[in-house]
Structures are given as structure tokens and as C-alpha cells.
């Protein structure tokens, strides 16, 4: 579809389908991220690789219980595999400049140093006190 990936694009679609899981009395979406990256690291490109992956999903839902077994080791490894590239080497973080570079790089030791509840929260918070900071960005003045 020509739509490149964005991380805040899956962060709010993320965000809605747990509120409407809670609204329908669903257990808590999860795993959409890492599932997403991991399309994106094999080279998918469009919607059908979703579609697909759900399609598998519904089928050998009723076959899981063999998967219960499986030392969380494993697939813990799966996981790193995935975001170990993102996390030896933050790109997106290493272009940030000025109020954003600080933000970005106290979020992320934040996280990697508390938990990830306390570290985003955090990050929100130092978010929302660097705004008025922020507020002068891309005005232009005569």
C-alpha cells in the first residue's frame, strides 16, 4: 500500500483495541508491536500480512496448549530477536536534537533502569513540563 511503518501510527491503534477489548469484556490486546516489527524485519509490505497472520492464528488457536511446554527462554529469544537491532543501535533516538534528544534519551534510561510503567510515565511527565519549551517550535516570527 505504499504506507511505511510509524511507531506512533501502532501505538494508538494499540491503545484503541485494548479500550475496545475493555469495552466488550475482552482480555487485553497484546503482542500487536512485536508482531509488527517482526513483519516489518521480514519485508512485508502490505495489509495481507496481517490479515494472514490472524488468519493463522484463529486456526491453530485450538492447538496452543501443545505450546505450553515451551521454556519462556525461547521465547524470550524470539522477542530479543527481534528488538535487539532497535535497541543496540536507537536510530530514531540518535537524530533527536535539543528539548527532544533530552526527553527521548531520559525515557529510555528511565525504562531500561525502573521498569517500563514507571520509565514511560516518567517520560510523559518530563513530556509535558518541556512543552512550553516546545511551544516557540516552527512559528515564525517578522
Same mark, same amino acid.
Given at each position: 500500500d505504499g504506507i511505511p511503518w510509524s511507531a506512533p501510527r501502532e501505538l494508538v491503534s494499540q491503545g484503541v483495541s485494548c479500550g475496545v477489548a475493555a469495552l466488550v469484556g475482552s482480555a487485553p490486546v497484546?503482542?500487536?508491536?512485536?508482531?509488527?516489527?517482526v513483519s516489518r524485519m521480514t519485508g512485508t509490505?502490505?495489509?495481507?500480512?496481517?490479515?494472514?497472520t490472524a488468519c493463522i492464528w484463529i486456526?491453530?488457536?485450538p492447538y496452543?496448549?501443545?505450546? @505450553? %511446554? *515451551?521454556?519462556?527462554?525461547?521465547?524470550?529469544? =524470539?522477542?530479543?530477536?527481534?528488538? $535487539?537491532?532497535?535497541?543496540?543501535?536507537?536510530?530514531d533516538l540518535m537524530k533527536l536534537q535539543g528539548v527532544d534528544f533530552v526527553v527521548g534519551w531520559s525515557t529510555g534510561i528511565?525504562?531500561?533502569?525502573? @521498569? %517500563? *510503567?514507571?520509565?514511560f510515565g516518567l517520560g510523559l =511527565?518530563?513530556?509535558l513540563v518541556t $512543552?512550553?519549551?516546545?511551544s516557540g517550535k516552527g512559528t515564525k516570527q517578522d
Open positions: 497484546s503482542g500487536s508491536l512485536s508482531r509488527s516489527l509490505t502490505s495489509q495481507l500480512a496481517c490479515i494472514l486456526v491453530a488457536l496452543m496448549s501443545i505450546m @505450553s %511446554p *515451551t521454556p519462556k527462554a525461547v521465547l524470550s529469544a =524470539v522477542i530479543v530477536s527481534a528488538v $535487539v537491532k532497535g535497541v543496540c543501535m536507537p536510530k528511565l525504562t531500561a533502569v525502573t @521498569s %517500563p *510503567t514507571l520509565g =511527565v518530563l513530556y $512543552v512550553p519549551l516546545r
